[in-house]
């Protein structure tokens, strides 16, 4: 094919090929319940029981099955030695947990058999007719008796699980190594290459090792985790991902993801950074991508700087003067907020968030954020913005908003304003100094605009900021 964009695809096993994710948690969890029974009596300790989504998912997923048990044995708070591979399964090491795991997936296996994902094996097909290179990388030292199994071993030009794994000492997932030996036996470049995983880990695996295309899978309900981990396009099964979309996103979708900036999560640890990242401006000002409903605090910093603004202040520490010039954060004019029926004003950090993405597009300057949250009556608000500054007018930005509830009636209050008390506090090691850098001239309503006027308190500038609203109703 001469429009071919892209040369193989690399699947995941459990969970991508076959059903038999959910035969590995059955499995897992009968061995580690009965070892958890033994070792909480042994230490007179409650029994915690092995679950799906706080056990298997985080600890267990997608890696290697010695490293599976470790650390979930981690997680617990529990010591065990890490023994040898030939481990009977009676024994109490992680290789002998690790063992009677396998040993119980095997007699599932022989008793159930395999049962396949139509889609995938569908898609394999098309991909080897059409004269893509089909591989297959997996944790499992079961791959090839599932394989076998499931008859698709002809459909498999290359398998690299945990038996070639241990031969050729691989690291396991998030780390790439299964996935790009398996490319560099088919020949074909990592850029050119696709990885299909429904693990965290394994997605984690296929961003690491750069490919081209990383495809997950959400057959555990958690889009938005194999987002943040790194998957450009995420489905809830192959069915959804055709050939020529494939090609489509190696032809035109991986420059557009190149020229924009996206996270699907919030993570107060991080977001001071992603502020600055997700920053826009034009050269003459420029906004933090802080989110509108943010003030300053130990997680956000909403902040507006302007090119030569700098202002001069004098702190007496330790009975010296200590004279230091700031970059002054000029007065706020993102602020905006919601709440429902008199309550609370919004809080992102004070809320239950179910979904947000945020994705800065390099190609016109603006800032999308989209996120559905609920709050402790149950109410599930969807919330759209985006933002830009002018390129033509450099005195002038734009913010857009939009607030819909998704499950309920009630009275939505939306504020607006500019915030221009102000103080430079974005630094930690200076907020022993003087910091209040701006006094208010003037501030009000005329013409319907909003509008506050600050100066300088030494360098003398002055910063009017105004804003027109224009409320449109659905």
């Known amino acids: 094919m001469t429009d071919k964009k892209f040369d193989a695809v690399i699947f995941d096993?459990?969970?991508?090929?076959?059903?038999?994710?959910?035969?590995?948690?059955?499995?897992?969890?009968?061995?580690?319940?009965?070892?958890?029974?033994?070792?909480?009596?042994?230490?007179?300790?409650?029994?915690?029981?092995?679950?799906?989504?706080?056990?298997y998912l985080p600890f267990v997923d997608g890696k290697p099955r010695y490293k599976g048990v470790a650390d979930f044995l981690e997680s617990r708070g529990i010591q065990l030695p890490f023994g040898d591979p030939s481990d009977a399964p009676s024994m109490e090491s992680v290789c002998?947990?690790?063992?009677?795991?396998?040993?119980?997936?095997?007699?599932?296996?022989?008793?159930?058999?395999?049962?396949?994902?139509?889609?995938?094996?569908?898609?394999?097909?098309?991909?080897?007719?059409?004269?893509?290179?089909?591989g297959v990388a997996s944790s499992s030292k079961n791959c090839e008796a599932v394989l076998e199994a499931a008859g698709l071993m002809h459909l498999v030009e290359t398998r690299v699980d945990g038996v070639v794994s241990a031969e050729m000492g691989l690291k396991g997932k998030p780390e790439a190594d299964i996935f790009t030996t398996a490319a560099k036996n088919l020949g074909c470049d990592y850029e050119r290459s696709v990885v299909v995983e429904d693990a965290v880990s394994g997605v984690q695996a296929g961003r690491n090792g750069n490919f081209g295309l990383v495809i997950g899978i959400a057959r555990e309900e958690n889009k938005e985790e194999l987002y943040t981990s790194g998957a450009d396009i995420v489905v809830e099964?192959?069915?959804?991902?055709?050939?020529?979309?494939?090609?489509?996103?190696?032809?035109?979708?991986?420059?557009?993801?190149?020229?924009?900036?996206?996270?699907?999560?919030?993570?107060?640890?991080?977001?001071?950074s992603r502020e600055a990242l997700l920053a826009v401006g034009n050269g003459y000002f420029g906004t933090r991508g802080a989110l509108e409903e943010t003030q300053a605090n130990p997680i956000n910093?909403?902040?507006?700087?302007?090119?030569?603004?700098?202002?001069?202040?004098?702190?007496?520490?330790?009975?010296?003067?200590?004279?230091?010039?700031?970059?002054?954060?000029?007065?706020?004019?993102?602020?905006?907020?919601?709440?429902?029926d008199g309550g609370d004003w919004f809080d992102i950090n004070n809320t239950r968030l179910l979904?947000?993405?945020?994705?800065?597009?390099?190609?016109?300057?603006?800032?999308?954020?989209?996120?559905?949250?609920?709050?402790?009556?149950g109410r599930q608000t969807e919330v759209v913005s985006e933002r830009f500054a002018s390129m033509d007018n450099i005195m002038l930005a734009a913010l857009k908003y939009n607030i819909r509830?998704?499950?309920?009636?009630?009275?939505?209050?939306?504020?607006?304003?500019?915030?221009?008390?102000?103080?430079?506090?974005?630094?930690?090691?200076?907020?022993?100094?003087n910091s209040n850098h701006l006094n208010t001239i003037r501030e009000g309503v005329e013409d319907e605009k909003l509008f506050v006027l600050v100066e300088t308190n030494q360098s003398k500038h002055q910063i009017g900021e105004a804003a027109m609203h224009h409320i449109l109703l659905d």
Do not use: C
Request: net charge negative; charged share 30%; glycine share 6%.
């Open 355 to 377: 979904s947000i993405e945020r994705i800065i597009r390099f190609s016109d300057g603006v800032l999308l954020r989209k996120m559905i949250v609920e709050d402790k009556q």
């Open 301 to 340: 910093y909403p902040g507006t700087y302007m090119a030569g603004m700098y202002n001069r202040l004098v702190t007496k520490v330790a009975d010296r003067d200590v004279e230091n010039e700031d970059f002054v954060n000029i007065p706020n004019w993102l602020a905006v907020s919601f709440r429902i």
């Open 13 to 55: 096993l459990d969970g991508v090929i076959t059903k038999t994710a959910l035969t590995h948690s059955a499995a897992w969890k009968k061995m580690f319940d009965d070892f958890l029974k033994i070792y909480a009596e042994n230490n007179n300790q409650a029994f915690m029981e092995f679950t799906h989504k706080d056990d």
């Open 237 to 272: 099964d192959l069915d959804e991902i055709s050939i020529e979309s494939i090609n489509y996103w190696f032809d035109k979708g991986l420059e557009d993801d190149s020229w924009s900036i996206t996270y699907h999560d919030y993570n107060p640890k991080k977001e001071r």
């Open 96 to 134: 002998g947990l690790g063992n009677m795991k396998n040993d119980t997936f095997n007699e599932v296996l022989r008793r159930d058999g395999v049962e396949m994902y139509p889609s995938t094996v569908a898609l394999m097909k098309e991909l080897r007719e059409k004269g893509y290179r089909v």
């Open 405 to 433: 509830p998704l499950n309920y009636s009630g009275l939505i209050e939306i504020k607006s304003g500019i915030n221009g008390k102000l103080i430079n506090e974005g630094v930690e090691r200076y907020k022993s100094l």
